[in-house]
């Protein structure tokens, strides 16, 4: 069906894709956000196309399908940054290696991108990478956009089209089939409403479904001044194969039990992630925190592990660091599902949940809600 009024509530990646997928299919959209910019998890985040890990099925699916997309997106709207870097997981001690040996063997490998290197091939392949290590599991299918960018560029994109209209500063108080009411009054009047509200779950949300099965995360990141050579691949160090699906089996468990995180690694659920700017500055995270409420400042010992374990990998210090900040996600109490989809009136939908995968998933995401609702 063609030439609908889709009413879009959240200006965050995952409101901006369904935007993206109605005005693809020749649809007019009002988007709104109640800030005057998205300032959520869209924006505080490591803009990471992550696709190795997933769970085989509908998650891996969705990754490898929105990998396609961002591809096709970058293509056309440059300042998003898309970039296939793909990425290394540096393997430190044996055990490490061991669980990427099992990985690198199963039959799914190749689908995956996944590559078992040695120390010198994954520092041909990442020369900023010189210090000890025993080797790395390459992830070909990884890639890297900018958060900070992709938004507003998104939104030109759709504006020049003619069929897009984005609308901050608009807090919505009430929403029933066709129509959208925010706080100065306005109505909005459109034949789908998509609610991307993100973490916000009280509230709207809550009055629309009495409470949906979903958590909300927090997480620690940081930013550098600029590296001052490439880093060529997104990385991560071993810590992260705790907390990816893909990885699950006996050396993982092996691991798990022979060789525990450290102390702050393990009270932060942390694993190290890096992944350079456009800059050249270095975005470095992360911790996961699921007991709310959350506290409003931010722990420094995640900050020092993260550093010394990146520092470790890089074989030099640090640049400066430059910003610190936290951020909060919605990801569905059941990990196993990609993310939270339900008509909450006719006409009416909830899309959220994702989890750290909203950069990840959110193009094919916003296809398969667009599929489902008859876009």
Do not use: K
Not at 238 to 254: I, Q, V
Request: net charge negative; proline share 6%.
């Amino acid at each position: 069906m063609r030439g609908m009024r889709v009413l879009i509530v959240g200006g965050g990646v995952l409101g901006t894709m369904h935007a993206w997928q109605a005005v693809e299919r020749g649809h007019e959209v009002v988007q709104l956000e109640r800030e005057p910019e998205a300032r959520g998890a869209s924006v505080r985040n490591f803009g990471l196309v992550w696709v190795g890990g997933r769970a085989a099925g509908a998650e891996l699916s969705a990754a490898q399908r929105s990998r396609e997309l961002w591809e096709r997106i970058g293509a056309r709207v440059p300042a998003v940054g898309f970039r296939p870097n793909g990425s290394l997981t540096v393997l430190r001690t044996p055990r490490e290696l061991a669980v990427a040996e099992e990985v690198a063997a199963r039959p799914d490998a190749a689908e995956r991108g996944l590559e078992l290197l040695d120390a010198a091939a994954a520092r041909a392949v990442n020369p900023a990478l010189r210090g000890a290590f025993l080797g790395a599991l390459r992830c070909t299918r990884d890639a890297a956009v900018e958060p900070r960018t992709a938004q507003p560029a998104l939104r030109a994109a759709l504006a020049a089209t003619g069929r897009y209209s984005f609308l901050p500063g608009r807090e919505v108080r009430s929403v029933s089939t066709g129509v959208v009411r925010d706080d100065r009054g306005d109505e909005h009047r459109g034949d789908v409403v998509v609610l991307c509200t993100g973490a916000w779950l009280g509230g709207l949300v809550r009055e629309l479904t009495g409470g949906v099965p979903v958590r909300r995360v927090r997480l620690q990141m940081m930013q550098t001044e600029p590296l001052g050579e490439p880093l060529t691949t997104s990385v991560a160090d071993g810590d992260s194969f705790r907390y990816y699906p893909a990885y699950r089996g006996a050396a993982l468990d092996e691991l798990n039990h022979a060789q525990p995180q450290a102390e702050v690694a393990r009270e932060h659920a942390m694993q190290l992630l890096v992944v350079q700017r456009a800059d050249g500055g270095l975005t470095i995270g992360d911790t996961h925190a699921y007991d709310e409420p959350f506290p409003f400042d931010t722990e420094d010992a995640p900050y020092a592990h993260l550093a010394d374990v990146a520092e470790s990998l890089l074989g030099r210090p640090l640049p400066r660091v430059t910003r610190r900040w936290a951020g909060v996600y919605a990801q569905c109490a059941d990990p196993t599902r990609v993310v939270h989809r339900e008509q909450v009136e006719p006409g009416v939908w909830l899309v959220t949940g994702p989890g750290g995968r909203g950069m990840t998933c959110s193009p094919a995401i916003g296809f398969d809600t667009a599929e489902e609702v008859g876009l």
